[in-house]
Every structure is written in structure tokens, then in C-alpha cells.
């Protein structure tokens, strides 16, 4: 086990010789990749930790990090950069194993049941939780660094404000937030653009907080949010939102949620849907969908647009603001650190490092693998009142 690790370090560190690394061995041992300051030593810290990463793909060395039967020293995202490395991918897991991760896949299909169960895996932890880390609105997606000095708090809000110029935000509008959160995009629409709306999530803490919320601020009822799923969403809209909820729905639903979103907008109606997704599609990720997502699956842009085209709805724009995720998620983890003993008290060592390999897998997917984070803009047929460039996102 040691040689083939031995021999899959030496070559990830002659295709990528900065930066040098080291391994530790349970037995004290110790070896080096590259020459100068190591960036991060990888620690495997029993005998087992060696079988979890040679011979269970992602889902074994995501566990053993979790457990610690693994450990890394210094620089965690650097190690996980070489995770898109072609000689790690071919790692394979047994068929067995695949077959039991598929199963349980196919489990987690979000069915409108399941997606309730799936939703309350990751969303209900609390709170309280969240409140730790995420800002002060409560915003859990991308942030929008249009000014590269703002704060995490400024960054959200200036995403909440490039999502309103996209849909041409004007008071009087009917805004449905598909996958709403804690509220923090209706909140800003209704308080700087006098809109009214709507908000669904599957999540009864979000819902609770969100309302609360809302009516702390005057907003409610002219805003407010509904514990539903998006296919019980009702009522009639000119403006559509939709952002970070679309990783939940499953490929298989595709169409179920774009011929819902067009029968819930009037004609010409202006649509913004903001997911993480990928360029190209690659297998799921085991870990990920076991521990962190359930029923979660990132799409392409081709597997959108075409159900997108047959529902009706037209692709009039679409922006990737990667590297903008790869930063808000560095902002997350600085938090989340900053608290890791609350969290730790909370819910326990093995919680606070499953949730921080999560964290900076994510941000690095975002800064050097294959994932996107896509705004795409739609209308209801064609509009013609859209503006002809972009300018008025920019100006004013
Ligand atoms: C990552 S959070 C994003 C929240 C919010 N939009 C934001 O930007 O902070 C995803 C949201 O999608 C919601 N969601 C997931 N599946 C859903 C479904 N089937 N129906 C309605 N909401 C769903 C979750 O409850 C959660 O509120």
C-alpha cells in the first residue's frame, strides 16, 4: 500500500513540482516531494488511512480525513488541489462499492418526500449554526466582489443588488424566490426596490427566521416566505429568482422545475437563475453527496438550456462568477474557524472536520477544478423592453 502511495506521490510532485510536500507514516516515518519549504504533510496516522485512499476513491479519503484517521499539516486546499489530477481520478473504487454509492443515489433522488428529508439533512443543523459563520444577512451562495476590498456582509449585498439590475427590478414587481434561505434577496429587493413576493424553502428553521425577519423590518406580508417545495409554488410573477437551490433538484427533474418556474411567470417575465454547476460532466461525488448533499448533482450548461428552451423560457444572458466563490468560501472558512470550538461543542470533533473538508474542497473546485458558479438570465418568450448591453448593470 505504502509503495503505490509512495508511487502516486512521486508522480503528482513530477507533473506539479511546486509546492513540495511531505507524508508521514503512523510509524513515525517520514518522506518529501519536491525540494524547498513543504507546503502540507500529508499524515496517515494508522494502517487503514492507507487503504481508505488508495482503494476508496474520494469517499475513503474523505472519510478518513473526517475521523482522523488522516491527517493534513498545514495547507489543506493545496492538498486537495490534486484531487483533479488525472492520476487521482483513476483511483478507482470496487464495483461493489460504486454499486452501493449509486444505490444509495437513487435513494436520494429528490422525489418531492425526498427532497424534504435531504433539505433537512443540511439545512436544519440549526440556526444558531449558521449564524457563526455565514454573514449578517444570513446569504448562503456566492458573493459578488465587485469592489475587491468589501467585506464578506458588502459582498452579499452587492450580489443581492447584480440580481436585481438583472431582472430590471422596479416597485410594484412580483418577485418569487425559488429556494429563498433565510429570506436575505427578498429582504433587499422589497426594502431598496419596493417589490412584492414570495419566498419557498424546505427548510422550518429558514422559514421561522426568515419571517421573523422580514416582520422585524416592516416588510411582512408584502414579502414573505412559505415552508413548500418549488413544485407546490403558487401564484402569478413577473420577476423569477432562483439562487443557489438548483444543485437540489437532480437532473431527473430538470423539466419538472423549468415547466413549473414558466407556469408561474406572466408573459415576458425577466428570471434569474444563479447555481454552482460544471463546464463538462464528471462523475458525482461520492463524499460529498453521502455526507454533505444528499441528492445533490451540479449541471452543465447544456443539460439546462435545452429543458430551459422547451418550458418556454428564453436564455438571453449567462455570467460565471467562479472566482467569486472560491473567495466567499475562503470568507466562510476563516469563520467557521474562528468558531470551530463552539462548533465543536456543539456537534463534535468529527463534525467540525467533515464540515471543514467540505469548505475548502468547495472553495478549491471553485479556484482550480471544474466547478462554476453561473447567473443565467431568462424571459418568459421574448421581451423585447430588455436593454441591448449590459451597461445598466454597471452604471447609475
Ligand atoms: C444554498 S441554500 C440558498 C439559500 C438562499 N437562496 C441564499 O442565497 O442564501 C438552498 C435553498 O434551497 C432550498 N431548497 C432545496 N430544495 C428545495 C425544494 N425542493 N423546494 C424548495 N426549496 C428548496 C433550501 O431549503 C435552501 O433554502
Given at each position: 500500500m505504502?509503495e503505490t502511495?509512495?508511487?502516486l506521490?512521486?508522480q503528482?510532485s513530477?507533473?506539479?513540482p511546486?509546492p513540495p510536500?511531505?507524508?508521514?507514516?503512523?510509524d513515525?516515518?517520514?518522506?518529501?516531494?519536491?525540494?524547498?519549504k513543504?507546503?502540507?504533510?500529508?499524515?496517515?496516522?494508522?494502517?487503514?488511512a492507507?487503504v481508505?485512499?488508495?482503494?476508496r476513491?474520494?469517499?475513503?479519503?474523505?472519510?478518513?480525513y473526517?475521523?482522523g484517521r488522516?491527517d493534513?499539516?498545514g495547507?489543506?486546499?493545496?492538498?486537495?488541489?490534486f484531487?483533479?489530477?488525472?492520476?487521482?481520478?483513476?483511483l478507482h473504487?470496487?464495483?461493489l462499492q460504486?454499486a452501493?454509492?449509486?444505490?444509495?443515489?437513487?435513494r436520494?433522488r429528490?422525489?418531492?418526500k425526498?427532497?424534504r428529508?435531504?433539505?433537512?439533512?443540511?439545512?436544519?443543523l440549526?440556526?444558531?449554526?449558521?449564524?457563526?459563520w455565514?454573514d449578517e444577512?444570513m446569504?448562503?451562495?456566492?458573493?459578488y466582489?465587485?469592489d475587491?476590498?468589501?467585506?464578506l456582509?458588502?459582498?452579499?449585498e452587492?450580489?443581492?443588488?447584480?440580481?436585481?439590475?438583472k431582472?430590471?427590478?422596479?416597485?410594484?414587481d412580483?418577485?418569487?424566490?425559488?429556494?429563498c434561505?433565510?429570506?436575505g434577496?427578498?429582504?433587499?429587493a422589497?426594502r431598496?426596490?419596493g417589490v412584492?413576493?414570495?419566498g419557498?424553502?424546505l427548510s422550518t428553521?429558514?422559514?421561522?427566521?426568515?419571517n421573523?425577519?422580514?416582520?422585524?423590518e416592516?416588510?411582512?406580508?408584502?414579502?414573505?416566505?412559505?415552508?413548500?417545495?418549488?413544485r407546490?409554488a403558487?401564484?402569478e410573477f413577473?420577476?423569477?429568482?432562483?439562487i443557489?437551490?438548483?444543485?437540489?433538484?437532480?437532473?431527473?427533474f430538470?423539466s419538472?422545475?423549468?415547466?413549473?418556474?414558466?407556469?408561474l411567470?406572466?408573459?415576458e417575465a425577466?428570471g434569474?437563475?444563479?447555481?454552482?454547476g460544471?463546464d463538462?460532466e464528471?462523475?458525482?461525488?461520492?463524499?460529498?453527496?453521502t455526507?454533505?448533499f444528499?441528492?445533490?448533482?451540479?449541471p452543465t450548461v447544456?443539460?439546462m438550456?435545452?429543458?430551459?428552451?422547451?418550458?418556454g423560457l428564453?436564455?438571453?444572458?449567462?455570467?460565471?462568477l467562479?472566482p467569486h466563490?472560491?473567495?466567499?468560501?475562503?470568507?466562510?472558512?476563516a469563520?467557521f474557524e474562528?468558531?470551530r470550538d463552539?462548533v465543536?461543542?456543539?456537534?463534535?470533533?468529527?463534525f467540525?472536520r467533515?464540515w471543514r473538508?467540505?469548505?475548502?474542497?468547495?472553495?478549491?473546485g471553485f479556484?482550480?477544478g471544474?466547478?462554476?458558479l453561473?447567473q443565467i438570465?431568462?424571459t418568459k418568450?421574448?421581451?423585447?423592453?430588455?436593454?441591448?448591453?449590459r451597461e445598466?448593470?454597471?452604471?447609475?
Amino acid at each position: 500500500m505504502i509503495e503505490t502511495i509512495d508511487r502516486l506521490l512521486q508522480q503528482l510532485s513530477r507533473s506539479r513540482p511546486e509546492p513540495p510536500f511531505g507524508l508521514k507514516l503512523w510509524d513515525g516515518s517520514e518522506r518529501r516531494y519536491g525540494q524547498g519549504k513543504l507546503a502540507f504533510v500529508l499524515d496517515l496516522c494508522t494502517p487503514e488511512a492507507a487503504v481508505d485512499v488508495v482503494a476508496r476513491g474520494s469517499l475513503g479519503f474523505g472519510e478518513a480525513y473526517m475521523t482522523g484517521r488522516l491527517d493534513v499539516q498545514g495547507d489543506l486546499q493545496q492538498l486537495l488541489a490534486f484531487e483533479s489530477h488525472p492520476a487521482v481520478r483513476e483511483l478507482h473504487i470496487s464495483a461493489l462499492q460504486k454499486a452501493k454509492f449509486m444505490a444509495g443515489y437513487l435513494r436520494a433522488r429528490n422525489s418531492a418526500k425526498r427532497s424534504r428529508e435531504n433539505v433537512r439533512h443540511h439545512y436544519d443543523l440549526g440556526n444558531d449554526f449558521y449564524r457563526l459563520w455565514l454573514d449578517e444577512s444570513m446569504t448562503y451562495s456566492c458573493a459578488y466582489w465587485r469592489d475587491d476590498c468589501a467585506t464578506l456582509e458588502e459582498a452579499q449585498e452587492a450580489k443581492h443588488e447584480h440580481l436585481c439590475r438583472k431582472l430590471q427590478l422596479e416597485a410594484g414587481d412580483r418577485l418569487v424566490d425559488i429556494g429563498c434561505g433565510w429570506g436575505g434577496m427578498l429582504a433587499y429587493a422589497a426594502r431598496n426596490y419596493g417589490v412584492e413576493g414570495v419566498g419557498y424553502t424546505l427548510s422550518t428553521e429558514q422559514c421561522q427566521w426568515a419571517n421573523e425577519r422580514l416582520r422585524a423590518e416592516g416588510l411582512h406580508p408584502r414579502v414573505r416566505v412559505e415552508l413548500k417545495d418549488y413544485r407546490e409554488a403558487e401564484g402569478e410573477f413577473n420577476k423569477f429568482v432562483s439562487i443557489g437551490m438548483f444543485e437540489h433538484v437532480g437532473k431527473e427533474f430538470y423539466s419538472t422545475f423549468f415547466e413549473k418556474t414558466a407556469s408561474l411567470l406572466t408573459p415576458e417575465a425577466i428570471g434569474v437563475l444563479h447555481t454552482i454547476g460544471k463546464d463538462v460532466e464528471t462523475q458525482l461525488d461520492p463524499w460529498v453527496t453521502t455526507y454533505i448533499f444528499p441528492g445533490g448533482y451540479l449541471p452543465t450548461v447544456a443539460q439546462m438550456a435545452e429543458p430551459l428552451g422547451n418550458a418556454g423560457l428564453l436564455l438571453t444572458d449567462l455570467e460565471n462568477l467562479r472566482p467569486h466563490y472560491g473567495r466567499t468560501l475562503d470568507e466562510w472558512i476563516a469563520r467557521f474557524e474562528a468558531h470551530r470550538d463552539e462548533v465543536a461543542a456543539r456537534f463534535g470533533e468529527e463534525f467540525v472536520r467533515m464540515w471543514r473538508y467540505y469548505l475548502n474542497a468547495s472553495a478549491v473546485g471553485f479556484k482550480t477544478g471544474g466547478t462554476r458558479l453561473y447567473q443565467i438570465t431568462f424571459t418568459k418568450g421574448i421581451n423585447s423592453g430588455l436593454p441591448w448591453t449590459r451597461e445598466c448593470l454597471y452604471t447609475g
